[in-house]
Structure formats: structure tokens, C-alpha cells
């Protein structure tokens, strides 16, 4: 069972995540193997899947198709196979680009050999921490897969009704689940957002080759992008936003952390190339990142007008004020991005927003909730110390070394007038640097920037742009010492500069290691078999009010209902309850608290709440003792009391 | 590099089914009883219905007592097979006698488990009493 379970979902992976984009890259880039190295090629056509797969599925559902399993294979095929017919024909024709390659695979054996070894690595520490805890219970997740869930059931797209969700952080685990048959209490959505956190790495390992080849040479480059991987992929490997981040379902986050890399780096690529069809791409990708998640987007908005900014002032000051003679040498990229494919691509993504499907979070509450001056104290900015220790200290410092030296690097670049190869390197240095402080200016100081967003989020960010800058710093440095220092103390140097982050990141990953505790998985799976035995007994008509703060695994119960969303209510942290900002709704609290009370019994009669879940032993006393309450079900640690005269 | 995700993907599905297979049936018992508190305190036993599920995955005996006023008045040993369930309900002479004795304090007992304590009742029990 199981293992026919498994090559579903193998079939499904391929059918979702590798083929479509697979075939779509092909037809752009007929000659493939001479433009991107296999790296690039598996981490492109699997972005570009996901990408699809949402696009697709959004369009099946604008045209009114029901999401089945038949119809979703015939569209998926159907799409792979045009594309595949295309790049086909397209080869046939005999157009084969002369295009070099983008100097990505240019690695030694050893190289290649230390990169696969480090992927494997973070693969290992990824995949035990997750072991640990497996039974899926997290509060995120747990709200998510409702979702994904209500794609499976109905067979179209919901409407959310709020602009806390996003049409892409679902689809993919809807389609998956209905393809392999998996059911959504499994491990099968974690193992999904482990593959993106893998791709996320690829990513930031490409995008990091590919913007320090823009300002030093390929060898510093392919050493930023093996260092990069390794500080990414192994130090700190299970804080946020890696691990952390997938056990506890943030997808938005994960599936942002792989498109922004991937886009930057298609951007520096459509610059170095003047390729318009990786300008195509870059509009693609951004529209996908659009889809996927409102603070990734945001995030990268800002980080690209940070970089146009920089841009700007760098580019001045090295064409000597001199605007004419820079819009010159701007001008053939102006044209590679705004060239008539591009615009007909730009176009159909603009009417993709308007008239197919317009992403949650694009109303103007929406958007003023995200812009302008801080409202909370958890969004005026986090203290330095806070940083330091979210992204961890070892890295930081090395990455401010590393900014420090590049900014060595920038201004004797910068200060010799060198028109072609100029730009790519003020573009590749401003947007290194954009993307660092843009995100620390967010973290830090919102109110400069207008930003309206609980901090301690937006810092999650910070870690990818970190480690290109740490990386790019050994690599960079220790190139020179390797030639000019005595090779004994060179060496020592390099032990102790990798040694004190391995002891870093390392110990990181042991104080946050998940203890596998049997009892608390039991707990949740008791939880789940009360929602289910609940679930045959309530009444449409009847509400369930559950405890948010002792039961295990309680976001998941609405999966078991799939009445609404809000459904069961939910008893929440109590300083929840004490909002300074707006008032909010004190019954869910009461109904538990001080159920015999005149607003406890209004309450039960304006909600309707007939069942209440609680943890035995936690604030059951009140309905214990309560002639108004029977005692309907038990297990060992969770209970259910019925409202006896509940109308 | 195939491998190096085919692996990890692997173990974690495998993993996550197998845990959750284990965790759903092992460790512990569901009660669940439909109107048993308004039942006992009428007085009227002729509604009370008790579910046993065997979540575990041994067979496990359950001994069944129902008191009114201390006083045992059912006794009943039930062998519930490993992840099966059993529902009780009352014999006629219990809900007569139950009825005459509306007003007093009812006790229905459930205990299973393997280990006995000094008494010879075994330890893990459940009561529901009509009792506040």
C-alpha cells in the first residue's frame, strides 16, 4: 500500500514540479545544454513547475473546469506535451543558439564533488529534524492544508474572503494530494515543502554564482556559490526560515525564499546576456512570486527599488554626471526588458491579475494595513542583538566583513569608466547590496522605509542575502591568502574561520533539534479522533468551541469538519483578547472560562456552541461539576462536553 | 542528485505514514456516551450509551460495574478485541432498579487494564456519576 502510495506521489511530483517546466525551458532555450549547466536546468524547470502548476490550475478553474484527478492529468499532459512537441520542432528547425554557457557548471570534479556532498548534508540534518514530530499538528500548516483541502473536495478554487491567504500556497499540495492519493494527515505536505526548501537552496546557490561573477572573477564565483550552500544549507539549518519554517508549514515564506533568488538571478542573467528571454522568465517568475505570497513580494518590490535607487547613484557618479552617455549605455538592457515579446508578456500578465484571478491581497485595506507608519510595538524595528540572534552571530559577522570588503571591491570598480562590462557590474553590486539593506532597513528602522509589517518576520529574509555576503568573503579573501600567505598559515586561517561557523551553526542545530515525544504525537491523534467522532454526532446547525491553548494539533480539527473555515471556534492565547488596537471578540474566551456566567450563557446562545473540546484535566472543572453539561467522550487526554438544554 | 532527494523524501512519506499508523491505534481507550448525565440523573438508564473503542493493539478486558448508592448492582467482564469497539447498554433489571432509586447517587464504573491494585480492581478506571 505504501509503496504504491509513494510512486504516485513520484508520479505526481514529476507530473507537477519537473516535467512542464522542464519542457517550457526546453522550448525557450533550444540549445539548453550550452546555455545552463544541470544545476541551473533541474533548478529552473522545477521553479518554473510550480510556477505552471498554479497558472494552470488557475486557469482551469477561470474557464470552469472542475479540479479532478482525470482533468488534472490531461491538462498537465496535454501542457507537457505541447511544449515538448515545440522543442521538438524548434530543434528540427535548426535554430540553434550560439549562446555561451552562463558559467554555473564550470566546476572541478572536486568541486562538484564538495557541492553534491553539501546538498546531501543539508538534505540529512533537514530530514531528521523533521522526522522528529512528524504527525502533522502545526498551527500554520494545520490552516493552510484547510485550504488545499477545500481544492480537493469542491474541485475548484475557494474564495478566501480575507487577505491572509494566497491562491499559490495552496494549489500545489491540493494537486499533489489528489494525484498520489495521499491523505492531507500525513507527512505528505511536509515532504513537499522539504523539496522546495532543497530547490530554495539550489537557488540561492546559483543566484549567488551569479551575481559575484557580475563584480569578481568565475573562480571567487563558483567558490561564493559552494560556500554560500554550505553556510545556507548546513549552518544554522533548522532556525528560521529553513526547518523551522517547513515543520511549521509557513509556505509562503519557503516558496518565497526559492522564486526571489531564482529571480534575481534571472535578472542579473538577462543583463549579462541581454537576453530578452530571460527577461521573459524574470517577468514570469516575479508574477509567480505574486501568486505565491504577499510579504515575499513585497519584500523583493522593495529590495528591487532599494536596487534602482543604488543604481542610480553608483551609475551617476561613474559616468561623471554625464545622463546622456548613461541612458547609452543603459539603453540596450532598457531594450532587453521592454522589448515587444516582453511587453506582450507583461501585458498577458496584467490581464492574468485583472481578469482571471486578482491575488487576495491586492485591496487597498490590504495594502494600507502593510504600508505606512508602524502601528504595533511588534513592528517599530528589532534592536541589533535581536538580529544577531535570529540569523545567528557567526554569520553575521562574517557577512558584515564581507559587505565591507565589497565595498572595497565596488568603489575601485566603480571608479574606472568601462562602458559594457560597467553596467553588469554596477547592476550585479547594487543588487548584492540591495538586497542586504533593503531587508536590514526593514527589519530594523520600518518607519523609514514606511513599512507597516511585524518585523520579527521580515528578518527571516535577511538569512539568504547574509550568506552570499559571508560567503562571498571567504571565498574572496581566501583566494588571496591561499596565493600570497604561507600555504600552513593559510590553511589554519581557513579552519578556523569554517571551524568557528560549523560550531556555530552547529550548535544552533542541536539547541533547536525536536525531541520525538511519543505521548505528545498520541495526544495530537486523540485530538484528530475526537474531531472525527465529533464530526458524525454535531449537526450542521450545532457550533464546537475548541481550546487553542493545551490541545495538541487543534488547528488541524477543521480538516475533519470541513464546514468553514472558522469552524470549530476557537478558544485562543489569552493576550490575544487584549488587542489596544481594536476590539475584539471576548466569547470563545468566556464560553470556557466562565461558562455559568450571564455572558458565558449569551454567548452559548449567540454562537450556538454545543460541544466544547477541551484537554482533560484543563479547565474541565466548570463543566464537570455543571448540570448543564454532560460528559460525551473521553480519551485519555482529551474530553468533550455537550450543553445539555443548548437549542 | 536524484538520489540525494529521492532518499531523504522517501524516508520522511514512510516515516509519517508508519508513525501515524502507529500513533492512531496505540496507547489508549475512547469512552464516548451519549446523553449519560441527563440518563443517570432521571434516573432512566433505558438511553445510556456507552461506546467502548479499543484503540490499542492487544485485546484488552474491561470490567463494567454500575453502583447506586455504593452499592454494585452490574458487573460485567468484557473482553474488547484489539482496535475494535463495544457499546453497552443496560439491562432491563438495571434500569428498574436505577429507577427506583432516582434521587441517590449513581455510579457507572468502567476499569481495564493488566496491573490489579491491592483490592484486586485493576487500576485504570473511568466513572461517570450523576453526583456534581
Same mark, same amino acid.
Do not use: L, M, R
Given at each position: 500500500m505504501i509503496i504504491l502510495l509513494l510512486f504516485k506521489f513520484y508520479i505526481a511530483i514529476a507530473l507537477t514540479l519537473f516535467i512542464p517546466g522542464h519542457f517550457f525551458i526546453k522550448t525557450l532555450f533550444k540549445e539548453q545544454k550550452r546555455y545552463f549547466s544541470i544545476v541551473e536546468w533541474v533548478l529552473l524547470s522545477f521553479g518554473f513547475s510550480l510556477l505552471i502548476t498554479n497558472f494552470l490550475v488557475i486557469a482551469m478553474n477561470f474557464l470552469s473546469i472542475k479540479l479532478t484527478v482525470s482533468s488534472l492529468l490531461i491538462v498537465f499532459i496535454l501542457f507537457s506535451a505541447i511544449f515538448w512537441f515545440l522543442s521538438r520542432k524548434n530543434q528540427k528547425l535548426g535554430e540553434i543558439s550560439k549562446v555561451s554557457t552562463s558559467g554555473f557548471g564550470g566546476f572541478s570534479k572536486k568541486q562538484l564533488f564538495l557541492f553534491l556532498g553539501i546538498l546531501a548534508l543539508s538534505c540529512i540534518i533537514r530530514t531528521f529534524y523533521l522526522a522528529d514530530g512528524i504527525v502533522p499538528q502545526t498551527t500554520d500548516l494545520g490552516h493552510h492544508i484547510y485550504w488545499s483541502k477545500t481544492i480537493s473536495e469542491t474541485g475548484q478554487l475557494p474564495s478566501y474572503g480575507m487577505p491572509d491567504f494566497i491562491i499559490g500556497e495552496h494549489i500545489i499540495f491540493a494537486v499533489v494530494q489528489m494525484l498520489s492519493g495521499f491523505s492531507y494527515i500525513s507527512s505528505m505536505s511536509v515532504s513537499v515543502l522539504f523539496l522546495i526548501n532543497v530547490f530554495s537552496l539550489l537557488a540561492i546557490s546559483v543566484c549567488a554564482y551569479s551575481l559575484v561573477a557580475g563584480f569578481a572573477t568565475k573562480k571567487i564565483a563558483r567558490n561564493s556559490a559552494l560556500f554560500t550552500l554550505l553556510i545556507a544549507g548546513t549552518f544554522y539549518a533548522t532556525s528560521s526560515p529553513q526547518a523551522k519554517f517547513i515543520a511549521g508549514g509557513v509556505i509562503g515564506n519557503t516558496i518565497g525564499n526559492l522564486f526571489i533568488p531564482i529571480t534575481i538571478y534571472l535578472f542579473i542573467l538577462a543583463i549579462r546576456k541581454k537576453d530578452s528571454r530571460m527577461a521573459t522568465l524574470f517577468y514570469l517568475c516575479l508574477a509567480g512570486l505574486g501568486f505565491t505570497h504577499h510579504l515575499s513580494t513585497f519584500i523583493f518590490l522593495y529590495v528591487f527599488l532599494g536596487f534602482l535607487v543604488i543604481f542610480f547613484v553608483f551609475a551617476v557618479s561613474v559616468y561623471r554626471f554625464n545622463l546622456s552617455i548613461l541612458w547609452k549605455n543603459v539603453f540596450p538592457y532598457f531594450k532587453v526588458f521592454f522589448s515587444k515579446w516582453n511587453l506582450v508578456t507583461l501585458l498577458i500578465i496584467v490581464c492574468f491579475i485583472l481578469f482571471v484571478h486578482t491575488p487576495s491581497y491586492l485591496n487597498k485595506t490590504a495594502v494600507n494595513t502593510a504600508v @505606512?507608519?508602524?502601528?504595533?510595538s511588534t513592528r517599530v524595528g528589532l534592536p541589533f542583538g535581536a538580529i544577531t540572534l535570529s540569523v545567528g552571530a557567526w554569520k553575521l559577522f562574517y557577512a558584515i566583513l564581507g559587505a565591507l570588503v565589497l565595498s572595497i571591491v565596488a568603489s575601485k570598480k566603480l571608479l574606472k569608466k568601462n562602458s559594457r562590462t560597467t553596467i553588469l557590474q554596477i547592476a550585479s553590486i547594487s543588487l548584492t547590496f540591495s538586497w542586504f539593506l533593503t531587508i536590514f532597513l526593514m527589519s530594523t528602522k520600518p518607519a523609514l522605509l514606511k513599512v507597516d509589517i511585524i518585523s520579527s518576520r521580515i528578518v527571516s529574509y535577511i538569512t539568504f542575502p547574509l550568506a552570499i555576503f559571508s560567503a562571498f568573503f571567504i571565498a574572496f579573501v581566501f583566494q588571496r591568502l591561499f596565493k600570497k600567505a604561507p600555504p600552513m598559515i593559510a590553511q589554519i586561517l581557513f579552519f578556523v574561520v569554517i571551524g568557528t561557523g560549523m560550531i556555530s551553526g552547529f550548535a544552533d542545530i542541536s539547541d533547536s533539534v525536536r525531541k520525538n515525544d511519543p505521548a505528545e504525537e498520541r495526544e495530537v491523534m486523540q485530538t484528530y479522533r475526537a474531531s472525527r467522532y465529533l464530526n458524525s454526532i454535531a449537526k450542521e446547525e450545532e457550533n464546537v468551541l475548541k481550546d487553542h491553548i493545551y490541545l495538541k494539533g487543534d488547528t488541524w480539527m477543521k480538516l475533519f469538519f470541513m464546514r468553514d473555515y472558522k469552524y470549530p471556534l476557537s478558544r485562543s492565547f489569552l493576550r490575544r483578547y487584549a488587542d489596544p488596537t481594536k476590539k475584539r471578540e471576548t466569547c470563545t474566551r468566556d464560553m470556557i472560562a466562565i461558562p455559568h456566567s450571564e455572558i458565558g450563557k449569551e454567548c452559548f446562545k449567540e454562537t450556538g456552541v454545543k460541544y466544547i473540546v477541551l484537554?482533560? @484535566?484543563?479547565?474541565?472543572a466548570q463543566f464537570e461539576r455543571s448540570e448543564n453539561f454532560s460528559k460525551i467522550y473521553t480519551s485519555p487526554n482529551v474530553v468533550i462536553y455537550q450543553k445539555n438544554n443548548a437549542k | 542528485m536524484f538520489f540525494i532527494l529521492f532518499v531523504p523524501l522517501t524516508f520522511l512519506l514512510w516515516h509519517g505514514e508508519t508513525a501515524i499508523n502507529k500513533r492512531a491505534v496505540v496507547g489508549y481507550s475512547v469512552f464516548s456516551f451519549l446523553n449519560s448525565k441527563e440518563s443517570i440523573k432521571k434516573g432512566d438508564l433505558s438511553a445510556l450509551k456507552i461506546n467502548i473503542e479499543n484503540s490499542e493493539e492487544e485485546n484488552i478486558e474491561y470490567l463494567v460495574s454500575i453502583s447506586v448508592n455504593d452499592r454494585q448492582i452490574d458487573f460485567q467482564e468484557i473482553l474488547v478485541a484489539a482496535r475494535s469497539n463495544f457499546i453497552i447498554e443496560p439491562s432491563e433489571k438495571i434500569i428498574e432498579e436505577a429507577s427506583q432509586n432516582a434521587s441517590n447517587k449513581y455510579t457507572v464504573s468502567f476499569q481495564w487494564g493488566e496491573e490489579k491494585d491491592k483490592k484486586g480492581a485493576l487500576k485504570k478506571q473511568f466513572e461517570l456519576s450523576n453526583e456534581k
Open positions: @505606512g507608519a508602524p502601528s504595533k484537554k482533560d @484535566g484543563f479547565e474541565t | -
